[in-house]
């Protein structure tokens, strides 16, 4: 309400009363020192909290909701039938544990039936390159959810897939369905 403003019978005619128009103001509306103070202590608790919620690490060995593990363990590449507890089958295939596991985002080429010597060269450099990835730091296991196979895995490091990593570096393609001719496109 606007001071000295009055309507009938609010008020007798002439007869202002400033302290009772300062409580008119205050009654009115939201203070905005209060306003300012909430949005000053939220700002607070976001600085103060944030961070902690957007970079802690896993704690436990079990990851996300979606049933994924934290692996953090050395690999190396598998030898014949004796599999260690932790090893490189293929340029996409581990073993961990007494489980063989496939990457499922990506397709890599053929190193036990390569069609010609540049697949059976570029498989073995994958393969290399898989192990090295592997032992860069602990990683998390997710069962993807578009595979109906239980040993189909996606592996992520600090929010980015291993797969990705792999075609990165040029020893790996996106997942498809149609087969890919390593021999014509593959640079070693």
């Known amino acids: 309400m606007a001071y000295g403003l009055y309507d009938?019978?609010?008020r007798k005619a002439g007869h202002f009363n400033l302290h009772e128009a300062g409580q008119e103001?205050?009654?009115?509306?939201?203070?905005?020192t209060a306003l300012i103070?909430?949005?000053?202590?939220g700002a607070a608790a976001i600085l103060a909290i944030g961070p902690q919620l957007l970079w802690s690490q896993p704690e436990s060995k079990h990851g996300g909701n979606l049933g994924g593990i934290?692996?953090?363990?050395?690999?190396?590449?598998?030898?014949?039938?004796?599999?260690?507890?932790?090893?490189?089958?293929?340029?996409?295939?581990?073993?961990?544990?007494?489980?063989?596991?496939?990457?499922?985002?990506?397709?890599?080429p053929d190193g036990e039936f390569p069609a010609c010597d540049v697949e059976a060269q570029l498989a073995g450099k994958a393969t290399r390159t898989f192990i090295g990835i592997l032992n860069g730091g602990?990683?998390?296991?997710?069962?993807?959810?578009?595979?109906?196979?239980?040993?189909a895995r996606i592996l992520m490091r600090d929010g980015v897939s291993i797969?990705?990593?792999?075609?990165?570096?040029?020893?790996?393609?996106?997942?498809?369905p149609q087969p890919y001719n390593w021999c014509a496109h593959a640079n070693v």
């Not at 103070?37 to 202590?41: C, D, F, N, R």
């Not at 690999?75 to 496939?102: D, I, L």
């Not at 602990?138 to 040993?151: G, H, I, K, V, W």
């Open 37 to 41: 103070l909430a949005l000053l202590g």
């Open 70 to 108: 934290v692996i953090n363990s050395t690999f190396n590449a598998c030898s014949g039938a004796a599999r260690a507890a932790a090893c490189v089958v293929s340029p996409r295939e581990f073993s961990y544990g007494n489980t063989t596991y496939h990457l499922s985002d990506i397709r890599t």
């Open 138 to 151: 602990a990683f998390e296991s997710l069962p993807d959810p578009t595979d109906s196979n239980p040993t």
């Open 163 to 176: 797969g990705q990593i792999m075609i990165a570096k040029g020893v790996a393609q996106p997942w498809a």
């Open 25 to 32: 103001k205050r009654q009115s509306g939201f203070p905005l």
């Open 8 to 10: 009938i019978d609010d």
